[in-house]
């Protein structure tokens, strides 16, 4: 799932196996939300079927929110999202490529490169503003920069189960 503040493009991106999991995702987000005192108006989905009903109680009962809905199979009124979907999965499939990351990896860590492309889509500026999504969003400046690594970099996680030999390997490499 990806939502999409229209004024500033700041985005969050959620992962589930299944589609009945969007309730539940996006009323944690609008719980957050609230309690950070934004407060949302409006909400525009495609007119899917699956969720419509649970969501559409949901939002006006709880919450208040106008559902906006649009024509099934038209992805274009829906364009901003549609947009930012195929910008990070090309964004995570370069990503992937630089790694070096076999067809299998990229298989079983799809998710996590395109939620990386999404954050780092957040922390950089776009064509609409010369300020990051983040920063118009939050009122604050980005602090994501300090901690970046290459993606992909290859790491060793130390192995803290008890006494180990003295020639025994003492970490696990990992991705």
């Known amino acids: 799932f990806k939502l999409v503040d229209d004024k500033t493009r ?15 995702v996006l009323k944690d987000l609008l719980d957050k939300l609230r309690a950070s005192d934004y407060t949302v108006k409006f909400i525009r989905c495609d007119n899917a079927g699956e969720h419509i009903a ?30 930012m979907f195929a910008r990070d999965a090309k ?3 370069a990503m992937m490529l ?8 990229q298989s079983k860590l799809w998710a996590e490169a395109t ?11 776009n064509t609409r503003s010369s300020i990051p999504p983040d920063e118009l969003f939050y009122g604050k400046p980005v602090n994501i920069y300090p901690n970046l690594i290459e993606f992909g970099r290859v790491g060793y996680v130390t192995n803290r189960q008890g006494m180990i030999g003295k020639f025994k390997e003492r970490s696990t490499k990992m991705v």
């Open 98 to 105: 630089s790694a070096g990351w076999t067809k299998t990896m």
């Open 10 to 24: 700041k985005s969050w991106d959620f992962y589930g196996a299944r589609k009945s999991q969007l309730k539940r």
């Open 54 to 83: 649970d969501l559409k109680k949901m939002c006006e009962g709880e919450y208040g929110i106008v559902l906006e809905y649009t024509a099934p199979h038209t992805p274009q009124h829906n364009g901003v999202v549609e947009r």
């Open 91 to 93: 964004r995570a499939l």
């Open 115 to 125: 939620k990386t492309a999404a954050l780092i889509g957040n922390s950089i500026s």
